[in-house]
């Protein structure tokens, strides 16, 4: 990437993430992505979102390729950011694709205790009970 400016960097890659994703361009758009969060990891609170923002599609992209022992830093530096700043929707939307993460690695009850941690993002317990019939899968210990 040839810009010496983060915040421009963070703000194109960021905002083309979902080009790359839907345009099947996943490997351009993780070095793009990389490339922009190399260029500053400060606590500029202009950068913040946009850091968010890029970190969320890499992780993304990451997923997309299979890479969820990439993708799950990104997704979770992504998730601290956006917790920080109080953006219900960004949380949301990264924790779902922390959730796909897990899922696609086998280990739904892994997303499941790590979604009960969060303060006021836990599942009701009864929507979980219904699942628990199924712990007797090997690996599955139940207790979600």
Known sequence: ???????IALQI???LGRFWHYN???SE???????????DD??????LPWRARALNGAGALAWLQSDYAAA???LEASLQLWQARGDQHQIATVLNLIGLVWRERGDVWACARRLRALPGHSPPPQRLSRHRDRADQP???GDV
């Not at 400060?42 to 950068?47: R, S």
């Open 29 to 39: 758009g993780r070095r793009w992505l990389e490339a922009g969060l190399a260029l």
């Open 42 to 47: 400060t606590n500029d609170d202009v950068l």
């Open 24 to 26: 099947s361009h996943v």
């Open 13 to 15: 890659s960021g905002a």
């Open 139 to 141: 690996g599955r210990d």
């Open 72 to 74: 799950l830093p990104l």
């Open 1 to 7: 990437m040839q810009c010496a400016e983060p915040l």
